[in-house]
Nanobody
Framework: QVQLVESGGGLVQAGGSLRLACAAS?????????MGWFRQAPGKEREFVAT????????YYEDSVKGRFTISRDNAKNTVYLQMNSLKPEDTAVYYC????????????????WGQGTQVTVSS
């Protein structure tokens, strides 16, 4: 049982930056979970963005965000972050964080817990 709350979304011009955060709480230690970020644009299916293992030593990214986005975590603060640089209009979406026990995954169906989402809008 894990509760996730995202924050940090907003409106930004193309080329700008945003830092998303996802704070976790619940009965189980945060460090037990691999974390992921997904996004969903209107009329489209939810897509994988990035994931990170329990220690932060392993990360994976969707090709379209490599070199621009960085996922990280601070287990002492029960928080995972997504630093987004060089934002493009095609990055516009609702961004969700998610948690699953132990292993990283790029598939949304593998995640057990989800946050409510935070809107990111990038203007051209």
């Amino acid at each position: 049982q894990v509760q996730l709350v995202e924050s940090g979304g907003g409106l930004v011009q193309a080329g700008g930056s945003l830092r998303l955060a996802c704070a976790a709480s619940g009965r189980t230690t945060f460090s037990n979970y691999a974390m992921g970020w997904f996004r969903q644009a209107p009329g489209k299916e939810r897509e994988f963005v990035a994931t990170i293992n329990w220690s932060g030593s392993i990360t994976y990214y969707e090709d379209s965000v490599k070199g621009r986005f960085t996922i990280s975590r601070d287990n002492a603060k029960n928080t995972v972050y997504l630093q987004m640089n060089s934002l493009k209009p095609e990055d516009t979406a609702v961004y969700y964080c998610a948690a699953r026990t132990y292993a990283t995954s790029r598939f949304s169906k593998d995640y057990n817990y989800w946050g409510q989402g935070t809107q990111v809008t990038v203007s051209s």
